[in-house]
Structures are given as structure tokens and as C-alpha cells.
């Protein structure tokens, strides 16, 4: 892809006129939109996706909604995150999360929670496309690995670990994808660890894993703290992958139906700021401070700008692979994307075959929510997607996923885990 000068400039252009159109002006017309409450407990792990929420408590978009006493509360781990959920804000947990798109979905069926109890969970925007990176140590630099990982086929062995951050989550599924795009069976002739990602470079500084893929800025800090080097940017796996959600309990969304538009309204301002090119410097200093990230601004600049240093003599400047938070319609929760999603973590035995993905995805993805909340955020219904699906998607191995045949996915794929109903 070639970006001139011009279409740069148009599309700075038209984010600074869409960023306009976010800067708060006073609370929302209170009426038949007026929030059924006005707080809510939003959890984040300090990952750059995470901005959105951050910057709508900072600059008081949550409180222009009529929700001026939302909480937005650091997690240990996508663990603590999936724990607090099931406990609730009510009881000191938590009410919604920046999480990993698949989550929801694992905890709406049980999947991941405790006596494999389920918990209503609702999806009501997608926070972000592209953002995260796949690492290897620095002691497999000499293999370069990148996108291809074949060089590392044969030297990985059974004791070799590569992390993620929850199974079956988003960063599982694209270090998996990778590897096994490689011939290298993730799950026979790896040990695939989980990682909080705060913790991925202090784990990688010991020398016990091979590779890791978490999102910005940990995959920079192991470049600048010298345990490894970018191998991929998940883009180049998937161009404009979807990633993190804003995902909420279902009962919560249920009984506050308003507030949930108003949440997500919010939310969706945020991003339209956080993607002006214009505010990047704004919006990495905010997140990088010690109530966020407590992270070096130096360490989430750049490659917020598509500016990548993989580490290992390979520099990018202005890629299309940045983290995307609004342009290319970013925020909408697309149906299409979170069957891929689920497709995959039953390729993976995290989910069974006979899952009914449709009836699954109706009872968690709430779109109409999130146009609701664009029309209530003043986004013009042109800008706004036609249909739920993007249509098909290529990979970067030539596999081609077709939302109306997944099944046709799962036995494209020579290495796989399904596991039985």
C-alpha cells in the first residue's frame, strides 16, 4: 500500500474533523436517553488498546453521557479480569472490561469460569484493528524468524515455551496461527505458557521463553531492553485483524440499556480521538503515566504512528499495520469477526465442534447497541458499516476465511485440536 502526502493529509483531515465533532460540549440531552445510572466499573490491562476507555475518563466523555462516575480500574491479568466479571461490580468486582474479543464468549458459555458456570456477557464495540506483535528471544535472533516462522521449526522442541496471555483468547489464537502456519504443532511440540502482559519482558529477561505475543508497548519494551526482537506485527497475519472489545455483563447491559449506549457513545468519541494523528503524542503520554501504564512514553509512541523497529535491522516507517482504533471502521463489532474468533477455539479444542456459533453470537454481539451509541455520538450513518459482515479475509498464508463456511476454515487447516461436543 502506497500513502502520498495527499491521502495522508485527507485523512488527517478528516479524523481532525471527526475529533471536532467528539470534543465535549456539555452533558447529553438528558429525556428518554438519560442513563438508568450513572456508574459503571470498567477494568483494563495496560495494553495500548486500552486507550479508549482511558481517554473517555480523561477527558470527560463518560460525564458528557451523562455517566460521570465511571470507574476505569487497572487488572493483574486477563485472569483477575475474567474473575472480577463474574463477580460483578455490585459485589466489588467489576461491570465491563477492555477484553479480549473471545472472552465474552468463553465466559457467556462457562467455558473459562469456575464449576464451569455461566455469566451473560454482551460485546458492545471492538476497540481496536492490528496493535499486537509476536517476539522471539533473543538467542533464536540468528534463525530471523518474521512472519515465517520455518527457521524456528526443528530448534523450538518440547521444552521450548512460548507465551500468551489467556487460552483461547486473541494473542493465543495469532501465536498459534503462526506457528502452526509453520508446521510447528502449538500444541505437541511447544509448551504454550500464559503470561500476564505487564509481565511478558520480565519473564523474557530470565531466559525461559523462546517466544511471546502480547500488544503494544511490551513487544517495544523487549526491543529496547534487549531480550528479543519483533519477529511479526499480527497485521502482517491478518490485515486489520480485530482485537480487543468492549465487552460488559449481560445483566448489566439488560438492566441499564441507556447507560450501555451511553458507555459505548462515549467510548466511540474516544477512539475517533485517539486515531488523529494529531493527539498520538496526547494519548501515549496520558496512558503512559504512573496511574495507567507507569510505561516510557518512548516505549508506545511510534509504533502508535505505524513507526515499528523490529529489533532485529528492520525499521518501518508509516505503516498500514499501526493499531487502528476508528478508521476502517475499527470500533464496530463486526459478527463476522467474532465467528472467526469462536471458529478458531474450536479448531483449538477450547470450544466443541457442535457449538451453535449463530445462536451464540446473537446473544452476545450487540451492534444494535453500538449503532445506537454512533448515532447518539453524532457519527453519520455513512460512516458507518452496511451490513455485520466484512466479507471474506486472506491471511498471509493464502487461507482464505469465508463468514458464510467455516467449516470449510477448519478443514483447510492440517494442524488442529477439535476437541468432541
Known amino acids: ?12 483531515a478528516a ?11 456539555g452533558a447529553f440531552a438528558q429525556g428518554a436517553t438519560t442513563p438508568e445510572v450513572t456508574k459503571a466499573v470498567l477494568g483494563y490491562i495496560a495494553l495500548t488498546d486500552a486507550a479508549p476507555l482511558i481517554i473517555a475518563k480523561e477527558k470527560g466523555l463518560f460525564a458528557k453521557h451523562g455517566m460521570p462516575d465511571v470507574e476505569v480500574v487497572k ?11 463474574v463477580l460483578g461490580g455490585a459485589a466489588g468486582g467489576i461491570d465491563g472490561a477492555h477484553i479480549l474479543t473471545p472472552m465474552p464468549y468463553l465466559i457467556h458459555t462457562g467455558r473459562v ?74 500444541d505437541t511440540e511447544v509448551q504454550t505458557i500464559v503470561v500476564p502482559p505487564p509481565q511478558m519482558v520480565a519473564n523474557a529477561k530470565v531466559g525461559t521463553m523462546d517466544a511471546f505475543c502480547v500488544g503494544a508497548p511490551w513487544n517495544d519494551q523487549a526491543v529496547h531492553q534487549h531480550v528479543g526482537y519483533t519477529a511479526a506485527e499480527t497485521g502482517e497475519l491478518w490485515k486489520d485483524h480485530p482485537e480487543k472489545s468492549l465487552g460488559m455483563r449481560g445483566d448489566w447491559v439488560a438492566a441499564n440499556p441507556k447507560a450501555a449506549e451511553a458507555l459505548t457513545a462515549a467510548v466511540i468519541e474516544a477512539q475517533i480521538w485517539c486515531d488523529a494523528d494529531a493527539n498520538k503524542l496526547e494519548m ?49 463489532p463486526f459478527r463476522s469477526h467474532d465467528l ?9 479444542g477450547v470450544l466443541p465442534q457442535d457449538t451453535d456459533t449463530a445462536k451464540l453470537i446473537g446473544e452476545v454481539n450487540k451492534e444494535a447497541i453500538w449503532r445506537a451509541a ?48
Open 340 to 348: 472467526w474468533f469462536l471458529t478458531e477455539d474450536i479448531r483449538w
Open 15 to 25: 479524523l481532525f474533523a471527526a475529533a471536532r465533532a467528539a470534543t465535549p460540549r
Open 75 to 85: 487488572q493483574a491479568s486477563w485472569g483477575a479480569t475474567r474473575d472480577n466479571l
Open 374 to 421: 454512533a448515532e447518539r455520538a453524532g457519527v453519520k450513518p455513512g460512516d458507518t458499516p452496511s451490513g455485520t459482515s466484512r466479507g471474506t479475509e486472506t491471511f498471509f498464508d493464502g487461507k482464505v476465511f469465508d463468514p458464510a463456511n467455516p467449516a470449510a476454515w477448519l478443514a483447510s487447516q492440517s494442524i488442529k485440536k477439535l476437541a468432541g461436543a
Open 1 to 12: 500500500m502506497t500513502i502520498t502526502r495527499r491521502t495522508a493529509l485527507a485523512g488527517t
Open 113 to 186: 469460569t469456575q464449576n464451569s458456570q455461566p455469566v451473560p456477557m454482551a460485546i458492545l464495540a471492538r476497540l481496536d484493528l492490528n496493535g499486537q506483535g509476536i517476539s522471539v528471544a533473543a538467542k533464536h535472533a540468528a534463525l530471523h524468524a518474521t512472519v515465517d516462522a520455518r527457521p524456528l521449526k526443528g530448534v523450538l522442541t518440547q521444552e521450548s515455551k512460548v507465551a500468551m496471555t489467556f487460552r483461547g483468547g486473541t494473542h493465543d489464537l495469532w501465536l498459534r496461527y503462526w506457528l502452526a502456519a509453520a508446521g510447528i504443532n502449538p
Open 284 to 332: 501515549c503520554t496520558i496512558i503512559g503515566k504512573r496511574a495507567w501504564f507507569n510505561v516510557p512514553v518512548a516505549d508506545i509512541h511510534p509504533r502508535s504512528l505505524g513507526q515499528f523497529d523490529y529489533g532485529d535491522g528492520r525499521k518501518v516507517e508509516n505503516s498500514p499495520l499501526l493499531m487502528k482504533f476508528w478508521r476502517d471502521h475499527a470500533s464496530y
